[in-house]
């Protein structure tokens, strides 16, 4: 098996039946980490440089070249990282057991209309999830609520129509300079070529 193959979880133990993990990485025996697209079950030197997976770049336009291991499985591994692919018939614990809510629900308008499945005309504003704040001694509970962004209103279709109109306006405007300006070139011309008849 190799990086980003699907296993089946019973290999694993009873307790994962019915589970497939996918993997995902995993680390040797010394800590060198595993990358993807190296078909080897050693450790390799690498030039690596910005954006590759096992390297951080230090300093603009730096490269170095490090040890990584290939991405295949073998008996050399002290660590190996799956990620659930389905769930099977028993929980996990601190895995599956339990969930975690999100804290923050969303702020753009396209993602709350997808969220609630909205259609075009209904107003998103009804829909912003508010969030329950702790309540201070002697205080109400207050709550808050995002600025939903993205949100076409009559003052953005009006900011709209205003760019537009002036930037025709603008068109209008050097076009008309430019045909004056071409005007006065032939009457410059026209004076010049008067200017050197006279001087014959």
Do not use: W
């Not at 999100?102 to 912003?128: E, G, M, Q, S």
């Not at 600025?147 to 068109?171: D, E, F, G, N, W």
């Not at 009457?187 to 050197?196: C, G, P, Y």
């Amino acid at each position: 098996k190799r990086m980003s193959q699907e296993v089946d979880g019973e290999v694993l133990g009873e307790e994962f039946k019915g589970y497939v993990f996918k993997i995902s990485g995993g680390n040797d025996k010394q800590g060198f980490p595993m990358k993807q697209g190296i078909l080897s079950a050693g450790r390799v030197r690498l030039l690596l440089k910005k954006g590759a997976s096992c390297y951080k770049q230090r300093r603009t336009g730096e490269r170095k070249r490090k040890s990584v291991r290939g991405c295949i499985v073998a008996a050399n591994l002290s660590v190996l990282n799956l990620v659930i692919v389905k769930k099977g018939e028993g929980e996990l614990p601190g895995l599956t057991d339990n969930s975690h809510l999100r804290r923050l629900a969303p702020k753009r308008a396209t993602k709350i209309r997808k969220l609630f499945n909205l259609a075009k005309d209904d107003d998103v504003r009804k829909y912003v999830v508010r969030r329950e704040l702790p309540a201070k001694e002697g205080k109400k509970a207050a709550s808050k609520a995002p600025k939903i962004q993205r949100l076409v209103t009559p003052v953005v279709l009006q900011r709209r129509r205003a760019r537009i109109a002036l930037k025709k306006t603008k068109a209008i405007k050097s076009r008309e300079a430019h045909a004056e300006y071409e005007k006065l070139l032939v009457q410059r011309a026209k004076e010049a070529k008067q200017a050197r008849q006279e001087q014959a």
